[in-house]
């Protein structure tokens, strides 16, 4: 019997502001927003006015706070109000009063070896858990060799079917798969999806690991849960048509209102039309198929794998990093049929309970990688519950953080930026900084630049000037940055300069001697 194999992908265990009438008005706000006015420091009569906590006249808006001290009131405006108090001549300023939120560090022992994480080398998730971490109402599915539901950082991440009774027998909320609870296991046709190759329990940790559990690891969308859906066997391989299975298990679920975001496949095989009209199906409920690359050091545009290489507007193929942040030597890459990359090598993550203890592990591959992905999926639908999966899509491709060893390599030329990409999804504009460091007129490579915040809106960012002396830093939202150009055989005077980033900027450096 002709039997078509699927494979897993792993390949070792191991506002901008505006000029008005001299009024800066910030235009990110939408009609009845909070907003702060300050008055003019020469209008006396609102100086004294506020000193004594008497409100001025906002044209029927009632201050929320006053600001004595900054000459400044906030309040909440509709379009009328905020026009007209663009246009008064006392006002020196009106911009949105926005939220500020308490900086998130998870008390997971082992999260510092989480490098996929970070703004170094990583995907940035550290910086969006400071506006997502996910929701149990953006559900992954995970399409592998099963998940240890029972580990101890994955109890609370494994999304259970309220419709059924576990064990009965009973297909009890008729969507003909009895004892579903779990999800589904299709390798073996029962329910109960236990990983028995350790694959999928790796790739479930880094999905949606629980965090701030102070145990173990921490996931990318760890307030998000993983449906499990098992069509390997213990050795890391199963029929085609158990994949073909396990997607329309998932479009089923969407069907029945479960709200599944993307499904993960961290796998591959040959080319199928069963296969591509699965995932067609899929694409038509708007769930986002995340498919790693391949690890064969191969070119997918002339050598395609699938799922990854199927041209179908809800698959994002994603490629692996390395710990340094390039592209790792194992990856499979091809400039239009491999969309982002993300960390691949050396990944910490969850693996099967050995006599009931849970277990943690490092594994390679883009195995690893696509999961990153599959969470920032979760990260960006939980900010965006009306985001699409080709929204979804374009907007990780699109703030993906750029790379030289993917240009040329992957369609978006970059590792996926959780943080660029929840603020975008929000509706938030981001800016980047570009410039140069000369001597003589001549650019100079290698100077380190170090761009860092002044108001905690990201963390710290750090690259290189290139061959030309050319540098760029993107995906910043607005705020404040020092710009410093350090280098141990040249003087830079000045070496640091500030910028209000209220647009894209350019900062360039010359060299005194």
Avoid at 38 to 49: D, M, W
Avoid at 323 to 337: C, D, K, M, Q, W
Avoid at 415 to 440: E, F, N, P
Avoid at 471 to 494: D, E
Wanted: proline share 5%.
């Amino acid at each position: 019997m002709y039997r078509t194999t699927i494979t897993y992908r792993r390949i070792f265990r191991w506002v901008v502001p505006i000029l008005v009438m001299g009024v800066t008005a910030s235009t990110a706000a939408a009609d009845g927003d909070r907003y702060i006015v300050k008055f003019r420091s020469t209008a006396a009569l609102h100086v004294g006015a506020l000193s004594r906590n008497i409100a001025p006249d906002l044209h029927g808006a009632t201050p929320s706070v006053l600001l004595p001290r900054d000459n400044a009131v906030a309040a909440v405006l509709n379009t009328e109000q905020l026009t007209a108090l663009t246009h008064r001549p006392d006002i020196e300023s009106i911009e949105v009063d926005t939220k500020v939120h308490a900086f998130l560090t998870p008390n997971d022992p082992r999260f510092s070896d989480q490098y996929g994480l970070s703004t170094v080398a990583g995907t940035s998730a550290v910086d969006a858990w400071n506006v997502s971490i996910g929701s149990p109402s953006a559900l992954v599915a995970v399409v592998d060799s099963g998940v240890d539901y029972g580990h101890d950082d994955l109890q609370t991440s494994i999304w259970k079917n309220p419709g059924e009774v576990p064990g009965n027998g009973v297909d009890d909320d008729g969507n003909g798969l009895a004892d579903d609870y779990y999800g589904y296991d299709f390798a073996n046709n029962d329910g109960e999806p236990l990983d028995d190759n350790g694959h999928g329990t790796h790739v479930a940790g880094t999905v949606a690991a629980a965090g701030n559990n102070a145990i173990g690891v921490i996931g990318v969308a760890w307030g998000s849960q993983v449906v499990a859906i098992k069509c390997l066997d213990g050795a890391g391989s199963g029929y085609n048509s158990d994949l073909v299975r396990a997607i329309d298990y998932a479009v089923t679920l969407k069907d029945q209102g479960y709200p599944l975001v993307a499904i993960n496949m961290s796998l591959g095989g040959e080319y199928t039309n069963s296969l591509y009209r699965a995932i067609s199906r899929a694409s038509e409920r708007g769930i986002l198929l995340v498919a790693a690359a391949g690890n064969e050091t191969s070119n997918n545009d002339r050598s395609p794998t699938y799922p990854a290489s199927f041209d179908l507007p809800n698959i994002i193929s994603v490629a692996a990093t390395n710990t340094g942040g390039t592209l790792a030597e194992y990856s499979n890459y091809g400039r239009t049929s491999v969309d982002i990359a993300a960390p691949g090598s050396a990944i910490l993550s969850t693996e099967p309970r050995i006599g009931g203890v849970s277990q943690y592990g490092y594994e390679s591959g883009t195995s690893m990688a696509a999961p990153h992905v599959s969470g920032i999926a979760a990260l960006i639908a939980a900010a965006n519950p009306a985001a699409t999966s080709t929204l979804i899509r374009s907007i990780m491709i699109s703030t993906a953080k750029p790379e030289p060893s993917l240009s040329r390599k992957t369609v978006s030329g970059g590792i996926v930026d959780a943080y660029a990409a929840v603020l975008m999804a929000q509706g938030q504009q981001l800016y980047k900084i570009t410039g140069s460091v000369k001597r003589s007129g001549r650019g100079l490579t290698g100077v380190s630049m170090i761009i860092t915040p002044k108001n905690g809106v990201t963390t710290r960012r750090t690259t290189r000037t290139n061959s030309k002396g050319s540098y760029s830093v993107a995906n910043l939202p607005l705020g404040t940055y020092t710009v410093k150009a350090r280098s141990s055989r040249y003087r830079i005077t000045p070496s640091t300069v500030k910028v209000d980033l209220t647009k894209n900027t350019r900062t360039n450096f010359t060299i005194s001697r």
